[in-house]
């Protein structure tokens, strides 16, 4: 892949180039299409529609959704999940993440680390494969919603995405204007059968 010049080089983004390679073969759905950009990260998860996209940066990770309101030509993106590392070190050069605590929820204990490199792997790198597998299964349904122009998306079972449409019709709320199985099989498949 080539690097233009002019191109920021984090430790972050260079970090997750070197933990990518390594890791590939532990991704249910390998990542593809990975794109350097000036400042960020992208890529994709192979059988999965190409609207979920990664983004990785200074700072965090993020699965987002990229989509367009029917009649409406501009582009909107919902996010699914962030993992936001703010590096810090203390005096025997333990690293943590300063936002860890401040949530006030057990979840989210300060741990340290003995490298930089150590805390962004566990506590970004990682989250991203764990997500990746767990969350972006096949029996997934992209669901995007309008509701007072702003948008949302939700990855739904379809256990409950059946509930939820039951939910929203006894509510008399709008039907989604977007419904989409995740995984790019089931789509060439349900084109098939149609």
């Not at 979920?52 to 993106?77: E, G, M």
């Not at 029996?139 to 939820?164: M, R």
Request: glycine share 2%.
């Amino acid at each position: 892949m080539e690097i233009s010049k002019q191109m920021k080089h984090t430790f972050a983004m260079n970090a997750f180039m070197k933990w990518l390679p390594a890791n590939l073969h532990r991704f249910n759905n390998k990542p593809y299409n990975i794109r350097r950009h000036n400042q960020i990260i992208t890529f994709n998860l192979t059988g999965v529609t190409n609207l979920l996209q990664w983004y990785v940066c200074d700072w965090q990770a993020s699965l987002t959704v990229r989509h367009q309101i029917p009649n409406d030509k501009s582009d909107f993106w919902d996010a699914f999940i962030d993992f936001e590392v703010f590096p810090e070190h203390n005096s025997p050069c333990q690293y943590y993440c300063s936002m860890c605590e401040s949530f006030g929820d057990e979840n989210y204990k300060r741990q340290y680390y003995p490298s930089k490199l150590a805390l962004w792997e566990s506590h970004c790198f990682e989250n991203i494969l764990k997500w990746s597998n767990e969350k972006i299964t096949s029996d997934k349904i992209l669901v995007l919603n309008l509701t007072n122009l702003s948008t949302q998306a939700v990855l739904f079972s379809p256990d409950k995405w059946v509930t939820y449409k039951q939910q929203q019709k006894e509510k008399g709320r709008e039907k989604p204007f977007k419904v989409i199985p995740i995984c790019t099989e089931k789509v060439k498949l349900i084109k098939s059968i149609r």
